[in-house]
């Protein structure tokens, strides 16, 4: 075991946190690729103990979170929320189905390092697996079930307490305002060579803000949602390969469920990649869309309400959307934002989350069938 991993003096930062046994091993974990995440093993003193004490120890990556503490704020709100849940419907093994943090020796949620990082430490949930990608129905199903169960589990939590930590994250009108801008700027001279794109995102202008409309009307509810529905954050159980529990909860703010599965739709039903250059491989995978819908009704069903029910569908066309939209203005202003591997890349990109919105299109109709029935 070395003193340091990544240069970050682990062991100095575990004795910030007020762990009862001495550490054994630690090490990086996980394919997260967001935070710097270590396993940390401690050797038990309890000689009744059958498991030796694990801890998951992170810290939160501050480029993309700028504010570290409401970021840890709302996941307190959230967690001790969601535990209160299921202690109330009595459920087992308590400490498997909902994150748990320790505190620091101070009593509070996070650490602050000699440099400024953020760190936080949850109890390790043992004999779990994650999947990085949904290839099958089964997997679809299951991974939309568990965003489901988390979003019925936070259901009566009013959103309004959690903050907004990135401002306007699916705010689509303001991103379409953000492309119209560029284009105007036109900064690296690249509208002419985007016409068709440029058309696709105007002609689109009217959906951008439909569920905006629909919120600030009432119709559709304010809710506390995950925004980062990706697979590799639900942990499975290893015994029986259900899905225990989601983590990954620095995204956690006020949204619309629509946005969660939107994501999930965009993300997994989808013949191809976002990466995908060859835009005639882009497809939706109506069989996958099925399973997600499935899932998550099966869950979260409930606890929504028809008008939210029937956004679903219409939630992934609008964030394969906004996702589009997004890569075109990033191009238009020079690839600053996301990463490029070669000259095109954001407007390949573009090309494929647009075709994907187009096929989105010729099948809505059968979506929000599946969504509602
Ligand atoms: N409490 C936990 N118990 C067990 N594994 C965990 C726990 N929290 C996170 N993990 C594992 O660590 C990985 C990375 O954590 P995550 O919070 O998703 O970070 P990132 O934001 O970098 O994706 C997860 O995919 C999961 O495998
Ligand atoms: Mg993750």
Redesign the pocket.
């Known amino acids: 075991m070395t003193q340091s991993t990544n240069n970050f003096d682990i062991l100095s930062i575990c004795r910030l946190f007020a762990l009862q046994d001495k550490i054994n091993t630690f090490q990086p974990y996980g394919n997260?690729h967001?935070n710097d995440t270590f396993l940390i093993r401690c050797a038990t003193v309890n000689s009744h103990a059958q498991t030796q004490p694990a801890y998951i120890l992170q810290r939160i990556n501050h480029h993309v979170f700028k504010q570290p503490l409401a970021v840890m704020s709302n996941i307190e709100h959230v967690l001790s929320h969601w535990w209160g849940v299921l202690q109330a419907q009595g459920a087992t093994q308590l400490a498997r189905k909902c994150p748990q943090l320790l505190s620091t020796c101070d009593g509070k949620a996070y650490a602050i390092d000699q440099d400024g990082n953020v760190w936080r430490m949850f109890h390790f949930i043992d004999d779990t697996y994650t999947v990085d990608v949904i290839e099958t129905p089964q997997q679809a199903y299951l991974a939309a079930k568990a965003f489901g169960q988390f979003q019925q589990h936070l259901a009566a939590l009013p959103a309004q307490q959690l903050a907004e930590t990135i401002p306007g994250f699916h705010h689509t009108r303001n991103r379409f305002q953000a492309l119209i801008r560029a284009i105007d700027a036109d900064s690296h001279a690249r509208v002419d060579a985007v016409r068709p794109e440029i058309e696709f995102a105007l002609a689109h202008e009217a959906d951008t803000g439909l569920l905006l409309d629909l919120q600030a009307l009432g119709r559709l509810p304010l809710r506390v949602t995950h925004n980062?529905t990706?697979i590799?954050?639900v942990l499975f159980d290893v015994s029986t390969g259900q899905p225990l529990c989601v983590?990954?909860l620095d995204t956690v703010m006020p949204g619309l469920v629509a946005y969660d599965f939107g994501d999930m739709v965009r993300t997994a039903a989808t013949t191809a990649i976002e990466d995908e250059v060859d835009i005639r491989r882009v497809d939706i995978r109506m069989d996958l869309f099925k399973a997600l819908a499935q899932g998550y009704l099966a869950s979260a069903g409930d606890s929504l309400s028809d008008a939210e029910k029937h956004s679903l569908a219409f939630g992934g066309k609008l964030i394969t959307l906004e996702q589009g939209i997004r890569f075109l203005t990033d191009y238009l202003q020079g690839d600053s934002y996301y990463k490029t591997r070669y000259a095109q890349h954001n407007l390949d990109r573009t090309c494929n989350q647009f075709a994907l919105v187009r096929a989105i299109e010729a099948n809505l109709s059968e979506m929000e069938r599946l969504v509602t029935r």
Request: proline residues 0%; without cysteine; negative net charge.
């Open positions: 997260g967001i980062d990706k590799n954050n983590v990954d």
